[in-house]
């Protein structure tokens, strides 16, 4: 049971335009989300958080927004940048297990130049 | 941020042997989770190392079939034993962020291990 989605494997964008990842989740006992980047033969990159309290956080080009009755948020990069192509996992952390992430499957973004 | 460092960083293993994973911190942790990331599918908690203490498994996941050393608080080992091609995975250490960080979700993590069982 995927607990954490991302339905989209794959997304390509043309440098400059705006990226948009997507992630939905079923457990409501999630309160706090994390976007991960990574690259090939490198371990995940933390790139922004959000807690459930919240519906938005920035952080320069990065903006992810959290959708709490839809059980959906989404990663904004804008503008998008060839050095911004990995793979992007989205996370959430359950309230009441303190240490533990449950996450998406990723989405490979590749941005054109 | 902290730093990690895993060997091997890949390795070709035959079927029913056993291999260990290495993950040195540069700052001292308490608690260090190793996850795993099969083919196409997302990244896997298989437990979380305390030091001086018995590892926490996730369900599915056996002591027998992943035995983990934490003898310090800057080093772990993970060992995958009796191998079989579905354990074909990339095996990543991971860390918290340090005393400052009061979420749970600011893991850093090594580079991973990519083992290719056959």
Same mark, same amino acid.
């Given at each position: 049971d995927q607990q954490v989605k991302q339905n989209s494997p794959s997304l390509s964008v043309q440098e400059g335009r705006i990226s948009i990842l997507n992630c939905d989740y079923t &457990?409501?006992?999630?309160d706090y989300f994390l976007w991960y980047k990574k690259y090939p033969a490198e371990g995940p990159t933390f790139l922004i958080s959000i807690s459930s309290i919240k519906d938005k956080n920035e952080d320069g080009r990065f903006t992810v927004f959290l959708n709490k009755s839809a059980k959906h948020l989404s990663l904004h990069i804008v503008?998008?940048?060839?050095? %911004?192509s990995a793979v992007y996992f989205c996370a959430a952390s359950p309230?009441?297990?303190?240490n533990k992430l449950v996450f998406g499957a990723g989405t490979i973004l590749r941005v054109k130049s | 941020s902290a730093v990690i460092s895993q060997k091997p960083s890949r390795d070709i293993c035959q079927r029913g042997t056993s291999l260990t994973i290495q993950c040195q911190v540069d700052s001292q942790v308490t608690m260090m989770f190793w996850y795993r990331q099969q083919p196409g599918q997302s990244l896997t908690l298989i437990a979380t190392a305390n030091q001086g203490s018995e590892a926490t498994y996730e369900s599915g996941f056996v002591i027998d079939k992943f035995p983990i050393s934490r003898p310090n608080l800057t080093f772990s080992t993970l060992t995958v034993s &009796?191998?079989?091609?579905? %354990?074909s995975s990339i095996y990543l250490c991971s860390v918290r962020g340090g005393?400052?960080?009061?979420?749970?979700?600011e893991l850093f993590f090594g580079e991973g291990s990519r083992l290719t069982v056959l």
């Open positions: &457990n409501s006992m999630f503008p998008s940048q060839p050095g %911004d309230k009441e297990y303190g | &009796n191998m079989s091609p579905e %354990d005393p400052w960080t009061t979420q749970t979700g």
